[in-house]
């Protein structure tokens, strides 16, 4: 059975995970916390999206995140 299509109109709340595969840790030291918060700070100056929380765990991170404008994420559509 195919996966629902998501809801992801402009102004929509997004609830974004990305974990270890099988609960490994996916930030083995505090330089990839730092790296992670670095490369996300730039993706915010980048993209017109707005973050609003986010939680750095060894295994796993969180975001909650909306956008206010269709954005269009690869170098390919930008214009």
Known sequence: ???????????????????????????????????????????LTRYPVELFCFALMPNHRRLVLTRPRIVRWCECCAG
Not at 6 to 24: E, I, K, L, T
């Open 1 to 43: 059975m195919p996966r629902q299509s998501r809801d992801d109109r402009a102004g929509q709340f997004f609830h974004v995970v990305n974990r270890g595969n099988q609960r490994q840790e996916v930030s083995h030291k505090s330089a990839d916390y730092e790296t992670f918060v670095k490369v996300l700070s730039e993706g």
